[in-house]
């Protein structure tokens, strides 16, 4: 008789995955631990494996479908797989081990960065992570978790209501957003509360629906009336960036602006310097000075460097320094995380940003390698445009937009010169950073691109 393999656990905060290819058929004999599946989630691609013996009858599952934890995927026969020929291995089984992200970034070699260099490391703004959703420490993050225990002065659940359904994480996500969680409607069996219950509650309160639920969708037109569509499937790694992001929107009071920073000296340096980078193994880009330049300046503006905790009413400071830089790859957004980017000289950062980038294309980079970030850097310079507004990848509270430096005429010494001048943008949370401390803090940035002793002088 055949019995239902349903999709095990794949990982913390991992409930589902698409599937990119099945590696079995009917009639194939499954042996234990043998890969039956490739699926991407929105933090890896990985191998499922199987839990069973036996022989395959019917698989239930196809390339592109979105399964979840707990969701048949096959059905198989128990014993008769073991007189059976073992099944070929299949070419999937002898790549990189399971858990291993499945990134790929674009190689910008042959495009200018703002210096001129080649600069793969960088891209549109994250994350996040990439991928990274609130309901897991995802890229670029660094969730401290405390529990309300830890504070007594928290308002306790009332003694004759049962505890709400919901997993550690979903109650995590709850406290980062500011939500009660016994609020929040679940729609789970048992009206368990699932990380999208979380998140819809919160952006019902941001738009003032509250607990009476919000408005319903605008419904789309049929875009057919006017010609020819197609309809593409979110990816993982795309539809956890756009959670995480409209998370961070709708939570985060932002403010975004913008200043100039003389690059013209610092180029200078940059050309002079840059071959013995090379050798070293790194490219002296203008992000890796962004690395250290921020690095410095957090050391400075500590207030930039925290996280809030609302539902304890605190500021998390961090004592720690770790720098997360956006990269733009072909399956989306993923931030890496320089870690203890203070302690690092500039050609130091330089050779760890290009080997991160080298691990990426590689699909070697590790999930711990994407976590823990205090700030984000997000650099398009290598593509064009003046300004953006990069959106906070919470749970930091600020994030740096870097664009094209440009030859300007500046007026300096009774006269117009050109100069290299290179736009800024910080976006900050407004519930932690004033007007005035981003304000002073974008301005440090500036001059330490202007007068690199600054970073000597107060880094």
Not at 63 to 73: F, N, R, S
Not at 331 to 357: F, T, W
């Amino acid at each position: 008789m055949a019995t239902d393999l349903t999709l095990q656990e794949l990982g913390e905060n991992i409930s589902a995955g698409d599937v990119l290819r099945v590696l079995v058929k009917p009639g194939d004999a499954l042996a234990k631990d043998q890969a039956i599946l490739e699926l991407e989630t929105d933090k890896a691609t990985i191998e499922v494996p199987s839990s069973v013996s036996g022989t395959v009858k019917e698989i239930k599952v196809k390339a592109g479908d979105k399964v979840k934890v707990g969701q048949a995927i096959l059905s198989y026969e128990e014993g008769s797989g073991a007189s059976a020929a073992p099944a070929a291995p299949h070419p999937a089984d002898e790549r990189a081990p399971a858990m291993q992200p499945d990134v790929q970034v674009r190689d910008r070699s042959a495009r200018p960065d703002n210096a001129g260099v080649k600069d793969t490391s960088v891209g549109p703004q994250a994350v996040a992570e990439a991928g990274q959703g609130q309901d897991a420490p995802a890229r670029g993050t660094n969730v401290v978790d405390i529990s309300r225990g830890a504070h007594p002065a928290s308002e306790p659940a009332a003694p004759d209501m049962p505890p709400a359904p919901a997993a550690p994480s979903v109650r995590r996500l709850a406290r980062e957003l500011g939500v009660e969680i016994g609020d929040v409607p679940g729609s789970g069996p048992g009206g368990r509360i699932s990380v999208e219950d979380v998140k819809a509650y919160a952006k019902r309160l941001v738009t003032g629906a509250g607990k009476s639920g919000g408005a319903p969708a605008q419904p789309l037109p049929d875009f057919t009336r006017w010609g020819a569509v197609e309809r593409q499937p979110m990816r993982a790694v795309r539809r956890k960036t756009a959670e995480h992001l409209s998370a961070a929107w709708a939570t985060i009071p932002h403010v975004t602006q913008g200043d100039l920073a003389d690059v013209t000296l610092l180029e200078e340096l940059r050309r002079k310097y840059a071959k013995q980078a090379e050798a070293a193994g790194g490219s002296l880009t203008v992000t890796a000075i962004a690395v250290k330049i921020v690095a410095a300046a957090l050391k400075v503006f500590p207030k930039l460097n925290a996280s809030i905790d609302l539902a304890a009413d605190e500021i998390i400071v961090k004592q720690y320094v770790n720098i997360g830089v956006a990269v733009d790859t072909d399956r989306g957004l993923l931030v890496p995380v320089i870690r203890n980017a203070d302690q690092k000289n500039i050609m130091q950062l330089a050779v760890e940003l290009a080997q991160l980038s080298e691990k990426a294309r590689t699909r070697k980079i590790a999930l711990e390698e994407m976590q823990g970030g205090c700030f984000s850097i997000s650099n398009l310079g290598g593509i064009g445009g003046t300004y953006f507004t990069p959106i906070v990848n919470a749970p930091e509270v600020a994030i740096l937009g870097i664009s094209r430096a440009r030859m300007e005429p500046v007026y300096k010494d009774g006269g117009f010169v050109p100069r290299l001048m290179l736009p800024l943008s910080l976006s900050y949370d407004h519930r932690v950073v004033d007007g005035a401390d981003g304000t002073r803090f974008l301005r440090w940035i500036a001059e330490a691109f202007e007068q690199p002793f600054l970073l000597a002088l107060q880094g």
